[in-house]
């Protein structure tokens, strides 16, 4: 099976971004994260990519929560996956702690959602128990991603046999759940990081933004 590509538009993206990608791209592999306005459009324009939401809330049922987007809303729209635990929202909103996560992903899988929980080098401690558990007893329905906070936005990436150690250390502790790579992937390093043994896939942030780059790292053909 193709390796898994993932886009993170985070805080980014024009309604003209949205007719680009939805017009070029198409692909079984290409899941796209998109901010939250833009995925409802995204699916009435194409059904030919997967989609993501950045986030859900902790809360599962409908209610009195002022700005928040539940796991059910979103599968309820035809999005497919969730990304949760994005290093970026645990530092800065603090809203991300272990325990939270652990909602958003226990709400993300009983939704129907498949759930790419990101995790940086301190993997052992984002994951608690608890996590560990829901990981396990769903492996089907949820995905790490690998995300060493120094790769993050930087343009540096560890050396490649670096992250084939995490990712066999990964594999091992969470009972060889699928996991992705992220951090300053981009269409020059793509193939190599993708060749790396047991990765399943790319979670891809800057590079996401440009259609020609997303189609040279899909035509790898990994
Ligand atoms: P980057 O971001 O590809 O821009 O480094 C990756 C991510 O934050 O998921």
């Given at each position: 099976m193709s390796k898994l590509i993932v886009g993170n538009w985070k805080m980014n993206g024009t309604t003209d971004l949205v007719d680009e990608f939805s017009r070029m791209m198409e692909a079984d592999n290409l899941v796209l994260g998109?901010?939250?306005i833009f995925l409802s459009s995204f699916r009435s324009k194409t059904g030919k990519i997967k989609l993501a939401a950045q986030d859900c809330s902790i809360f599962s049922e409908y209610g009195s929560y002022t700005g928040e987007v539940s796991a059910k809303m979103l599968r309820s729209i035809g999005v497919e996956y969730?990304?949760?635990?994005?290093?970026?929202r645990r530092a800065l909103s603090l809203l991300d702690s272990a325990k939270n996560v652990y909602r958003k992903l226990s709400n993300a899988i009983e939704a129907g959602l498949i759930a790419i929980l990101c995790i940086d080098e301190s993997y052992d401690q984002l994951i608690d128990k608890n996590t560990a558990k829901l990981i396990e007893e769903n492996?089907?329905?949820v995905i790490l991603a690998y995300e060493p906070l120094s790769a993050i936005g930087t343009g540096v990436v560890p050396d490649i046999?670096?992250?084939a150690e995490q990712i066999v250390d990964i594999k091992?502790?969470?009972h060889g759940v699928t996991t992705l790579y992220g951090g300053s992937v981009n269409s020059k390093n793509a193939s190599e990081i993708l060749s790396i043994e047991g990765?399943?896939?790319?979670?891809i942030g800057g590079a996401s933004l440009k259609a020609a780059e997303m189609n040279t790292i899909l035509s790898t053909g990994l």
């Open positions: 998109l901010p939250y969730v990304i949760l635990g994005h290093s970026e492996d089907e329905k046999l670096e992250i091992e502790r969470y990765i399943d896939g790319v979670l």
